[in-house]
């Protein structure tokens, strides 16, 4: 699914997996949160709900410009560095946006996230 990311001003392109844990999300778009930094490889954010995680591997390994679901305190992630592999972490999207830029936004940035047929 084609999504947009709000980020400050700008209008980013990204898309969510076609996985059970992605399907999920879709059902609570748009989504809007503060995101923080984590150990200087994410912008993390708390859902605000668990999802159900059958059907998807136990741990994985985002790679930058990825979304994830991290279950261990049910957060959406956005990564500009590269975590390795993590137990509870789910590849959920993709995104397109400078990493860079991403790793220079400050703790507090509000992000909207929405289908991009309603952005």
Same mark, same amino acid.
């Given at each position: 699914?084609?999504?947009?990311?709000?980020?400050? &001003?700008?209008?980013?392109?990204?898309?969510?997996?076609?996985?059970?844990?992605a399907?999920?999300?879709?059902?609570?778009?748009?989504?809007?949160?503060?995101?923080?930094?984590?150990?200087d490889?994410?912008k993390?954010?708390p859902?605000? $709900?668990?999802?159900?995680?059958? *059907?998807?591997?136990?741990?994985?390994?985002?790679?930058? *410009?990825?979304?994830?679901?991290?279950?261990s305190?049910?957060y959406?992630?956005?990564?500009?560095a590269?975590?390795?592999?993590w137990p509870g972490l789910?590849?959920? *999207?993709?995104?397109?946006?400078?990493?860079?830029?991403? $790793?220079?936004l400050? &703790?507090?940035t $509000?992000?909207?996230?929405?289908?991009?047929?309603?952005?």
């Amino acid at each position: 699914m084609k999504i947009t990311l709000h980020i400050g &001003d700008e209008l980013v392109a990204g898309e969510l997996y076609d996985n059970p844990v992605a399907d999920q999300i879709t059902a609570l778009l748009p989504f809007e949160a503060d995101f923080d930094d984590f150990h200087d490889q994410e912008k993390l954010a708390p859902l605000g $709900r668990s999802l159900d995680l059958g *059907g998807v591997p136990s741990a994985d390994a985002p790679r930058p *410009g990825e979304i994830c679901f991290y279950a261990s305190g049910a957060y959406l992630v956005l990564f500009y560095a590269s975590p390795g592999r993590w137990p509870g972490l789910v590849r959920v *999207g993709r995104f397109d946006f400078p990493l860079d830029k991403l $790793r220079a936004l400050p &703790d507090g940035t $509000r992000i909207r996230i929405a289908s991009a047929e309603t952005a």
